[in-house]
């Protein structure tokens, strides 16, 4: 098995040469389990190639912990464990989170290389980007999870087929079949609200969708843009007045604050729908929209084959098809909403 690896990894740096950063990140997030010094007891040989000795050497990095990604990331974990890669036995993964900083995610990404991993796990956006940042002149495999726009991003050249050593799956969803809820749901919404980070790739991707939907549907958009999550709640404070719905989007700074967001809707009676489950589960009304744990399944469907000797270039970068319809019917009686009894009868309910 790490045999396997060995010679995927060898083949591709006779390509693109070798190198890497050596920078060590000073505050970057935590480890977790058994991912502290994960490094102990591996014999390295070569930039970014190891003996069969040990585990295989897994860096896991990820922009923030919020309940979305955390599901990915177990997601991730017990896909892998489920083929027969168990962390502590046939691989080793060093967990580290960003806390939000992409420069923290730039020194997660350089340490990683610089200890020379077998492979990197990158969850969302700016921590993908960090580890492809990091990986130009020593191209360990990276797989990135949890990334609407991967082209958009920087990260791979072609969906269908990627090239290099990088690949991963998405998680872009219809914005427009999202929006249609609010017409599902019997509910007149004109004005809509979005919170976002012009920063973050993903959302900008994001927002040119909903624009477009928009402008299909005959909604006006509000936006309210933010730079951090300490801004967020006074975001969500200044929609207030001006729009009758709220559009949560898969954006990792709002992410942070959402509970403040759902809390301000909810108080004001203004219906929030959530691009994700795990925002319904903290109060939004309604989804259609991502498990994301199954889509962290997936992402290991793509990391065990290229741990089982794949390249990643020559592997197409991965959506799940299945959307799941969850209603919070507690929230749509703090809404005063009567909810169609057909959407009741498909969705998966919460909250009662």
Partial sequence: MRRVLAVLLTAMLVLA???????????????????????????QTGSGQQN???????????????????????????????????????????????????????????????????????????????????????????????????????????????????????????????????????????????????????????MNDIRAAAGELGLSVVEAMVANAAEVQQAAQSLVGRVDGLYLITDNTLAQGVASVIEIANSRKIPAISSVESYVEQGALATLGLNYYLHGKLTAEIIVDVLEGRNPGDLPVRYNEDLTLMVNTKTAEILGLDIPAAVLEEAQKVGE
């Avoid at 920078?23 to 389990?33: F, K």
């Avoid at 295989?56 to 922009?63: D, P």
């Avoid at 077998?118 to 980007?129: E, F, G, M, V």
């Fill in 52 to 206: 069969t000795a040990g585990p295989i050497q897994i860096g896991l990095t990820q922009i923030v912990e919020h309940p979305a990604l955390d599901a990915t990331r177990q997601g991730i974990i017990d896909g892998l464990a489920e083929a027969g890669y168990v962390d502590g036995q046939q691989i080793k993964i060093e967990f580290q989170s960003a806390q939000g900083e992409p420069t923290i995610a730039q020194q997660i990404a350089e340490k990683f290389v610089a200890d020379k991993k077998d492979l990197i796990i990158a969850i969302a956006t700016p921590s993908a980007q960090a580890a492809v940042q990091a990986t130009k002149s020593n191209p360990i495999p990276v797989i990135f999870s949890a990334i609407t726009d991967p082209v958009g991003a920087g990260l791979v050249a072609d969906l269908q087929k990627p090239g290099g050593h990088v690949t991963g799956a998405s998680d872009l969803v219809p914005v427009k079949v999202q929006m249609e809820l609010f017409q599902r749901l019997g509910i007149d919404v004109a004005n809509l609200g979005v919170i976002y980070n012009a920063g973050e790739a993903n959302s900008v991707a994001l």
């Fill in 17 to 43: 040469g070798c190198g890497g950063g050596s920078s060590q990140p000073q505050g970057s997030g935590s480890s977790s389990g058994s991912a502290s010094n994960s490094t102990q007891g591996s014999q």
